[in-house]
């Protein structure tokens, strides 16, 4: 992940871990809707130009480059190494019920698809 310039794409390595080495990530669409985001996500619909724009800000826009050197990661806000200590924390007081079983899955309608093929 250091090696990289920029991660694009929907993963929720470039929302998870990439804010942790100051990499950037142009986020497309919303599968990662919901979840805390750094300062170094750029959120981007599934539109070719929105991409394009989107990995220009996260290479050449020196503001937005500057900034990546003092981004905090939301998933380790005390920036401390111990964020897996307190999610198995977290996850001890969570019931393993039915409901934590169902899974949703959201695919586009006919009119968005057309936005995927720009």
């Known amino acids: 992940m250091r090696h990289v310039a920029v991660v694009i794409g929907n ?16 986020n497309i669409g919303d599968r990662q809707k919901g979840r805390s985001k750094a300062q170094s996500q750029i959120d981007v619909r599934c539109r070719t130009g929105e991409i394009v724009n989107g ?20 998933y380790d806000p005390y920036g401390d190494g111990k ?24 695919f586009p309608c006919p009119e968005e698809v057309k936005y995927f093929h720009e």
């Open 11 to 26: 993963s929720s390595s470039g929302v998870i871990e990439a804010p942790s080495f100051g990499v950037p990530t142009v």
């Open 55 to 74: 990995v220009k800000k996260a290479l050449f826009d020196e503001q937005f480059r500057r900034g990546l050197k003092s981004v905090s990661n939301p």
């Open 83 to 106: 964020v897996s200590e307190r999610i198995v924390g977290v996850l001890k007081n969570v019931p393993l019920d039915r409901k934590m079983l169902e899974k949703s899955l959201d």
